[in-house]
């Protein structure tokens, strides 16, 4: 099991924030250092060139001291400008809060929304551009971390590449954890967040910045400072920040990328996709069902329809879950309150781990009364675990 500095008992599976491994722990609890010094540029530059190689690009990689939605906000800052027409992609409760970032800095913003559960459609941005000619920048999801969807985001990328506008994604839970290749698909601006997929606590946000990025930045008229792209790459151009970053943090993310070099960057990602697909088969195991459109399943985040169709008796479930069982999921944001439970299985998360999240459902399941006995959910997680081992991703 996860060794953490909490219970060992202890599963905290909500999608954010996510265990943090003892190893990176203790390299937070060390000496604080001068953040304009020379420490503190040497250990700027590893943690970007990690970045760069998690985020598979050869741009740069900003770090800001904030949470992903701090992320999501510089992205609208530079790309964006008021009274501007800009299209945001949305396929849950992130997509929409992105798209109201883009109205508060005054965007005319031309909303794509699907249904919660399904996947945003390339084809759709396609003709929003083509009935657009003035959009200058996309604002897109990747993983939608309250729907437990992962978004077709090389098709909606070409589209969008294809008739030479910028795009901006939000790959707060999926980068680092579901490959994401941003040069490949050449992605303008994505954005992360330390307590995803990165095994470490809230506090920093990642942006990668393409030249085209950059430029745009110079010339939108969004007021922006604290996010402003270009202002922060002069600095760390230096080996500083604008700002007094989080240096804890950032020496916690040494060991945490050590850790992901250790294990490989394939093999991160083809962990959480064996991990995912024995979560869904358990859970389907147990005859519950799953929000998602199977087109568009998560590797980081399962969304599950809760038992009951009453949220109060959801709410005693989800507690229970916690209080007896230690296993602490997330439940659902917006419309889907009380209509399911989503966990999280990204980061520091292993396939013994797996199976003790699935087996503590499952008893809980029994004892809330929606299923008479154990029906061999374990069984079920590990079957499927191995058959994607066998014939990986
Ligand atoms: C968690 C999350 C965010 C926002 O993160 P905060 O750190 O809470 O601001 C944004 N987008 C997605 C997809 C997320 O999962």
Request: hydrophobic share 40%.
């Amino acid at each position: 099991m996860t060794e953490t500095l909490t219970d060992d008992y202890y599963q905290l599976r909500v999608p954010g924030p996510t265990p943090v491994p003892r190893r990176v722990v203790e390299a937070m609890a060390t000496a604080m250092i001068n953040h304009r010094g020379p420490a503190f540029a040497e250990l700027i530059a590893e943690c970007k060139a990690g970045l760069q190689w998690a985020f598979q690009t050869k741009n740069d990689a900003l770090v800001f001291p904030a949470s992903g939605t701090g992320g999501l906000e510089a992205a609208v800052q530079n790309l964006a400008s008021p009274g501007e027409p800009a299209v945001f992609v949305t396929v849950g409760s992130f997509g929409d809060r992105f798209a109201t970032i883009g109205e508060a800095y005054g965007a005319r913003v031309i909303k794509l929304a699907y249904e919660w559960g399904q996947g945003a459609v390339a084809a759709d941005v396609a003709k929003a551009l083509d009935a657009n000619p003035d959009v200058r920048a996309v604002f897109v999801t990747h993983n939608e971390t309250s729907t437990g969807v992962t978004n077709p985001i090389a098709e909606i990328a070409r589209e969008v590449k294809q008739r030479g506008r910028l795009i901006a994604v939000d790959g707060v839970s999926s980068v680092g954890s579901i490959s994401l290749p941003t040069d490949e698909l050449e992605l303008d601006v994505v954005v992360s967040a330390s307590q995803k997929g990165w095994m470490l606590p809230p506090g920093l946000a990642f942006i990668t910045v393409s030249e085209a990025a950059l430029e745009r930045s110079k010339e939108s008229r969004s007021p922006k400072f604290y996010f402003d792209f270009v202002r922060e790459k002069n600095y760390e151009d230096k080996g500083q920040t604008l700002t007094t970053p989080a240096v804890s943090i950032l020496q916690g993310m040494r060991e945490s990328l050590k850790m992901m070099r250790e294990e490989g960057l394939e093999n991160v990602f083809q962990r959480h996709v064996d991990i995912a697909r024995g979560v869904r088969a358990a859970v389907q195991a147990l005859e519950l069902q799953l929000l998602a459109d199977p087109r568009y399943y998560s590797n980081t985040v399962t969304a599950v329809r809760a038992p009951h169709d009453d949220p109060d008796l959801n709410k005693r479930f989800t507690s229970t879950l916690r209080d007896k069982y230690k296993l602490e999921v997330a439940g659902g944001q917006g419309q889907l309150q009380g209509r399911i439970f989503r966990i999280g299985h990204l980061g520091d998360i292993t396939r013994e781990d797996a199976r003790q999240i699935v087996a503590r459902i499952e008893k809980c399941l029994v004892e809330v009364g929606y299923i008479d006995a154990p029906v061999g959910a374990v069984e079920a997680l590990d079957a499927a675990m191995a058959e994607s081992a066998a014939a990986p991703a």
